[in-house]
Nanobody, 118 residues
Framework: QVQLVESGGGLVQAGESLTLSCAAS????????WAWYRQAPGKQRVPVVI???????KYLASVEGRFTVSRDNAKGTLILQMNSLKPEDTAVYYC????????????WGQGTQVTVSS
């Protein structure tokens, strides 16, 4: 089992930056992939970025070029650097892990709120 704890959310103005962190504990050696999802009010959760064991990352089109993900598998940490934030980035952001031997991306953190004012 892996426990995920996000931090770094907050309230910022449009154009500013935030850095989200995700700390994993437990069987971190079983993490095959990581992802950040977000859920805006009244909308479904969507993947913001998905990373795989080979280090590749696939971003949501609307954040491409503004958000950058980095990971340290040995330390069990995932970072999301968010630049040039827009009001439409407002959402609860979730750290998600894809564990070996488990259904894909079924380990979720509790989420952290990001609010971008115009």
């Amino acid at each position: 089992q892996v426990q995920l704890v996000e931090s770094g959310g907050g309230l910022v103005q449009a154009g500013e930056s935030l850095t989200l962190s995700c700390a994993a504990s437990g069987t971190v050696y079983s993490i095959n992939g990581w992802a950040w999802y977000r859920q805006a009010p009244g909308k479904q959760r969507v993947p913001v970025v998905i990373t795989t064991q080979d280090g590749s990352a696939k971003y949501l089109a609307s954040v491409e070029g503004r958000f950058t993900v980095s990971r340290d598998n040995a330390k069990g940490t995932l970072i999301l650097q968010m630049n040039s934030l827009k009001p439409e980035d407002t959402a609860v952001y979730y750290c998600v892990a894809d564990l070996i031997g488990r259904p894909a991306f079924d380990s979720w953190g509790q989420g952290t709120q990001v609010t971008v004012s115009s």
